[in-house]
């Protein structure tokens, strides 16, 4: 699949780690504990992991 630009809505991150742990290539945990992507790329199911849908796709 086709990498996308995502965001991560820090006001709703809960830190869960679902995204870093299905998607370790493409989100991290940053200094505040909660995630980031990790060149601002991500698979489009990652958006789909997020408990909270603090993810999403920048269009």
Do not use: H
Not at 8 to 14: E, F, H, L, M
Not at 20 to 39: I, N, R, W
């Amino acid at each position: 699949m086709a990498k996308k630009k995502v965001r991560v809505d820090k006001s709703a991150c809960i830190g869960c780690g679902a995204c870093v742990g299905t998607y370790p290539d493409d989100m991290k945990f940053g200094d505040d504990g909660l995630a980031e992507p990790v060149t601002g790329e991500a698979e489009e199911e990652a958006v789909s992991v997020c408990p909270v849908g603090a993810i999403s796709v920048e269009e």
